[in-house]
């Protein structure tokens, strides 16, 4: 079972570090996906990272923003967000494929934590 934790209220230009948490087993070999969707809008890519490794994607809109990374002792891989913007506004959702190889396809992906809600507003 993953769980996605962190979200809340942040003002313009702030930050927030979103964690995925799996539930009696380690993720180290998992590819993690972080998926957000906002309101009235399709749930889209933010980053992703393969399983047993540090390699990493990004959407453009986040790029130079965002820092997806694993802590495999704490089995958690966590989303750094920075300089948010209240287009940054959503539900974040993680998601875990065992396979370790999915990238941005959220159809890759197995198992889904429930969502956490970022909203960035002054």
């Known amino acids: 079972q993953l769980q996605a934790s962190g979200g809340g209220l942040v003002q313009p230009g702030g930050s927030l570090r979103l964690s995925c948490t799996a539930s009696?087993?380690?993720?180290?070999?998992?590819?993690i996906g972080w998926f957000r969707q906002a309101p009235g809008k399709e749930r889209e890519g933010v980053s992703c990272?393969?399983?047993?490794?540090?390699?990493?994607s990004y959407a453009d809109s986040v790029k130079g923003r965002f820092t997806i990374s694993r802590d495999n002792a704490r089995y958690t891989v966590s989303l750094q967000m920075n300089s948010l913007e209240p287009e940054d506004t959503a539900v974040y959702y993680c998601?875990?494929?065992?396979?370790?190889?999915?990238?941005?396809?959220?159809?890759?992906?197995?198992?889904w934590g429930q969502g956490t809600l970022v909203t960035v507003s002054s």
């Open positions: 998601a875990a494929d065992p396979s370790g190889s999915a990238g941005s396809n959220s159809g890759d992906y197995d198992y």
């Open positions: 990272i393969i399983g047993g490794g540090s390699s990493a």
């Open positions: 009696g087993f380690s993720l180290t070999y998992y590819a």
